[in-house]
């Protein structure tokens, strides 16, 4: 499975940005799938995840309430859309998956594909 992300870019404190993720390849939609982000010196961190065939979502706290991650079985297209966008919110964000069913792990060792990576600069 490949993994094509688009969006990010600089913007606002207070603003918002969309992400995508684009699936193509051999892939169960059923699958654990999330996005993952990386500051400058810091280890790669879970950000959301979820378990679309149970329409279930899952936050790291320190952004709960202000992104949202959905999926799109038609597009094969993952979305994170945040808001309210934050200095500490700065990072490459990454979407992934692995052939795993949910309960879907954190851990960004346990993800096999990986998008590319697009960079998100709050300011």
């Known amino acids: 499975v490949q993994l094509v992300e688009s969006g990010g870019g600089s913007v606002q404190t207070g603003g918002s940005q969309k992400l995508s993720c684009t699936f193509s390849?051999?892939?169960?939609?059923?699958?654990?799938m999330g996005w993952f982000r990386q500051a400058p010196g810091e280890e790669r961190e879970g950000v959301a995840l979820?378990?679309?065939?149970?329409?279930?979502?899952h936050y790291v706290d320190s952004v709960k309430g202000r992104f949202t991650i959905s999926h799109d079985d038609a597009k094969s297209t993952l979305y994170l859309e945040m808001t309210d966008l934050k200095p500490e919110d700065t990072a490459i964000y990454f979407c992934?998956?692995?052939?795993?069913?949910?309960?879907?792990?954190?851990?960004?060792?346990?993800?096999?594909?990986w998008g590319q990576g697009t960079q998100v600069t709050v300011s």
């Open positions: 992934a998956t692995d052939e795993q069913y949910p309960p879907c792990t954190w851990s960004p060792q346990v993800y096999a594909y």
């Open positions: 390849g051999s892939w169960d939609s059923r699958y654990c």
């Open positions: 979820i378990y679309s065939w149970h329409g279930q979502t």
